[in-house]
């Protein structure tokens, strides 16, 4: 059974938690990786140079409008192709994250946990614009 009482403020941490990774991860490829050089380990994955502009752009904006709980869902649905990138690219490293080259568990949970931030929608603290409100309505399977 859910607690109605609780269950907005959970969908809040889980949000923040989600957006401050986020964030952090596409703030990382810009100062400590560098664009170029995120493009470069795309490039060199195999993957178009674009992906690494669009995965920056989905984990500091995507990351940004999680924390403040803009566009809760459909924000949570398009971090998701970075994040099943992810997967795939650590696929091969086996399980434990700390593997060299990184497992592919957290990028796993990470992606559900998205999924999950869709399907709650923002929780308590959520700043509710006009147009996510529009956007997140048209993606509210559960209401």
């Not at 086996?94 to 929780?123: M, T, Y």
Request: proline letters at 6%; glycine letters at 12%.
């Amino acid at each position: 059974m859910i607690d109605n009482s609780t269950a907005p403020y959970a969908a809040f941490l889980l949000r923040v938690t989600s957006g401050v990774l986020l964030l952090a991860h596409g703030l990382m490829k810009v100062f400590i990786f560098t664009i170029p050089g995120t493009v470069g380990f795309f490039e060199s994955l195999g993957f178009p140079g674009l992906f690494a502009y669009l995965t920056i752009l989905a984990e500091v904006a995507g990351g940004a409008a999680l924390i403040l709980g803009v566009a809760t869902r459909p924000v949570a649905i398009l971090t998701l192709p970075p994040l099943l990138g992810a997967l795939y690219v650590h696929a091969a490293n086996g399980w434990v994250f700390s593997n060299q080259g990184g497992g592919w568990e957290f990028p796993l949970f990470w992606a559900l946990a998205n999924v999950v931030i869709a399907l709650l929608g923002g929780g308590a603290f959520a700043l509710r614009l006009p147009v996510g409100e529009k956007l997140s309505q048209k993606l509210a399977w559960a209401q």
